[in-house]
């Protein structure tokens, strides 16, 4: 009877699905989702976000990458090689980022996604596009842009669950080196996905349910996260560079074509 109660346990609140074909999908794709995180320091709640929604609710799916985005983010930052200058060299732009998405998270569920998403996928082929070919943008290092790109990040984040474009492509634009670039979006994701998992939480998404899902999400990430890890450690800069550009490119391409569905 025991073994029984904790079968349905297992089934009703920590698989996402009682359909086992929909439940290995997950798997996949968070596992998927997970190497791409700990190989590029970016693209979690993009390339899971791209997937996920085929196979179920684009709620359920936010809800699900809950703790894999908080605890992959802090393993990141944690790992880097210098945690405490970048948070000195960065504060500014987590707190913006973090107070925005805070705010405009309680709008998550009546905002039109498909119009913010779409938007996402199209910066992020520009973006792809015009550092591929050379251009330059005039971006500076000041705290007015750190304000300035920590705000807009923080709104489409709190929106869509997606802020990373705009945190890669300044720093990317400028031109800082592999390490550094691992430890910031480390440092800012942290800071913006606590912000939206109490705005998520306050705004009726995240329940005990859903934070019991994406624990098993959780797991599944750190694994693929260990492994791309594992894989960034024998790229030089120069292609670390040009896999991060295509993965925007492909990334952007797909939001795009669920963002117009």
Request: hydrophobic letters at 55%; a positive charge.
């Amino acid at each position: 009877m025991a073994d029984n109660h904790l079968i349905e346990f297992i089934n009703s609140y920590i698989l996402p699905s009682q359909d086992i074909a929909i439940t290995l999908a997950v798997m996949a794709i968070l596992l998927f989702a997970g190497i791409i995180k700990g190989f590029l320091g970016i693209g979690l709640p993009a390339a899971s976000m791209a997937l996920l929604t085929l196979v179920m609710d684009p709620t359920i799916a936010i809800s699900l990458l809950t703790l894999p985005i908080i605890f992959s983010n802090i393993m990141q930052y944690a790992r880097c090689e210098n945690p405490r200058p970048i948070a000195k060299k960065y504060w500014i732009f987590a707190l913006a980022i973090a107070l925005s998405i805070f705010i405009t998270s309680f709008f998550i569920l009546s905002y039109p996604k498909a119009l913010l998403t779409t938007s996402i996928g199209l910066a992020m082929i520009a973006f792809s596009l015009t550092q591929m070919f050379g251009t330059k943008f005039p971006i500076g290092d000041g705290y007015g842009w750190h304000v300035g790109v920590g705000l807009f990040s923080g709104v489409l984040g709190g929106l869509s669950s997606i802020w990373s474009p705009p945190v890669a492509m300044y720093l990317l634009a400028r031109d800082v080196d592999k390490s550094e670039f691992i430890g910031a979006t480390g440092f800012l994701f942290v800071a913006g996905s606590l912000s939206l998992a109490l705005g998520l939480a306050l705004a009726g998404v995240l329940t005990l349910d859903t934070v019991l899902h994406s624990l098993m999400g959780l797991v599944v990430v750190l694994a693929g996260f260990r492994i791309g890890e594992a894989l960034r450690q024998f790229v030089p800069q120069g292609i670390f560079r040009k896999i991060v550009l295509w993965a925007f490119l492909i990334m952007g391409s797909r939001l795009i074509a669920v963002g117009l569905l």
